[in-house]
């Protein structure tokens, strides 16, 4: 089992687990300066929700501030430009939301708009809110199902994550689904300009106004933030021991998508499969198999099932889950057994990404200009369970996330496409 948490700045992984104190340690709170760990009250009167483990360019901490006020408001005046000049997937990650505040509001000015309102906040003396990235919002999302703090609305969120010119991400905390509404679900001329959400088809969340998180990073951060780069194949063929760059042909022949660095708690280093490896159009379970009545989460005293599948997302994860569902299914031709019982480039440990890791593989190859590890643009299965009926999955073609029924297979009548499967590994 490789658990790790609070791997990486691009990684919304939810650190549960407290911050030692040193014994010289100041004995004050949180709030007026001392240690702090995730669930404190924050000097600026938010939850804290966040600790990278030490400081980083960006600070070491973030606090979440739910807004009463701000309801209603769009993404931006300016709707059609943009804003972040191709440092669109870079600036989704942990500590770019002030500085994705900072360059919407330079280049819309002044007006009624979502991240312009957020910068003009101030609350318990800190004027230096800001709205969140995207992987920030879904560590707030995150730590409000987890641990009951802080306490949000279940509305529609803006982040301050750019997907296009034309189109912004936002977050449904009814179930935590991030979306952008791009290529053709939602309005031609984008997103930026709604005040409400728009309903999906299959969706039961009705349209609702967009709503605001405040959120602020401390201390101060040291270092240099990572300039925006293209992940391009090395070419260079690395061994288990290491040492491995992402984009490394790695030992399994696969491509090595992301190092946790020397630091990790774990295995260092992650390979996806080459396409070799894919397959398409088998279901998420079998179809005989009744999720309602032995259900693959069933609640405890310390976790409810909800509790579980949050955490079954985070980068970390896909072994444990893979080996959960087969654990459950048993026999069968899906996609957790699939990549369970693979054996490709002399390895056999192999399994199923969990909805973050899958998130991770996207950003860093799929997203890539060009696009790397021949993916097609279509959705894939991720081992993180979204309810008894479904299961998550990522989209390549956007990077956008979706619930999908777990015995789902291609359809000529429905026009169904097949999802496909893609098993990691990691090692080091």
């Known amino acids: 089992m490789r658990l790790r948490c609070c791997l990486a700045v691009l990684v919304s992984t939810l650190c549960l687990a407290a911050t030692a104190v040193p ?15 995730v669930g ?90 800001f709205l969140p990235s995207r992987d920030e919002l879904d560590v707030v999302y995150n730590a409000s199902i987890t641990m009951g703090a802080p306490k949000v609305l279940p509305m529609p969120y803006w982040t301050s994550s750019e997907n296009s010119a034309k189109y912004a991400w936002y977050q449904l905390f009814q179930d935590g689904t991030q979306f952008t509404d791009e290529n053709k679900v939602g309005q031609s001329n984008g997103n930026k300009q709604l005040r409400k959400s728009q309903v999906h088809v299959g969706s ?80 998420w379970k079998p179809l005989t198999f009744n999720d309602k009545r032995t259900p693959l989460y069933i609640g405890t005293a310390s976790a409810s099932a909800k509790v579980q599948r949050v955490l079954a997302k985070a980068f970390g994860m896909g072994e444990t889950n893979t080996s959960k569902i087969v654990q459950r299914y048993r026999g069968g031709n899906y996609p957790a057994r699939y990549a369970s019982t693979l054996v490709f480039g002399g ?34 299965w991720t081992s993180s369970e979204y309810d008894l009926n479904n299961a998550w999955t990522v989209n390549f073609k956007d990077g956008q996330e979706f619930d999908r029924e777990k015995w789902l297979v291609p359809n000529a009548d429905t026009g169904m496409k097949a999802i496909r499967t893609r098993p990691i590994r990691s090692f080091g």
């Open 40 to 129: 404190d009250v924050g000097p600026g009167g938010g939850t804290v929700v966040y600790d990278a483990g030490e400081v980083k360019w960006w600070g070491r901490y973030l606090e979440a501030l739910p807004l009463a006020k701000g309801r209603g408001l769009p993404w931006a005046v300016k709707t059609v430009e943009p804003v972040l000049s191709g440092e669109n997937v870079l600036r989704q990650g942990i500590g770019w939301g002030r500085e994705n505040t900072i360059a919407i509001v330079l280049q819309n000015g002044e007006g009624k708009y979502a991240a312009k309102f957020v910068d003009d906040y101030s609350a318990n003396g800190k004027s230096d809110w």
């Open 347 to 380: 390895f056999s440990d192999w399994y199923l990404p969990s909805k973050e890791e899958l998130r991770l593989v996207y950003r860093n190859l799929g997203a890539s200009t060009p696009r790397l590890g021949n993916f097609g643009k279509s959705f894939y």
């Open 204 to 283: 039961s969340f009705p349209s609702l106004s967009f709503h605001l998180v405040a959120m602020r990073s401390f201390p101060v951060g040291v270092g240099v933030k990572p300039a925006a780069s293209t992940i391009s194949l090395t070419g260079s063929s690395c061994t288990s021991e290491g040492p491995c760059s992402v984009g490394d042909i790695g030992p399994a022949g696969g491509t090595v998508f992301y190092d946790a660095g020397p630091r990790s708690s774990g295995d260092r280093y992650f390979e996806v499969g080459p396409v070799e490896t894919e397959l398409a159009g088998i279901p």
């Open 23 to 37: 014994a010289n340690a100041s004995s004050k709170t949180c709030a007026l300066g001392g240690a702090c760990k």
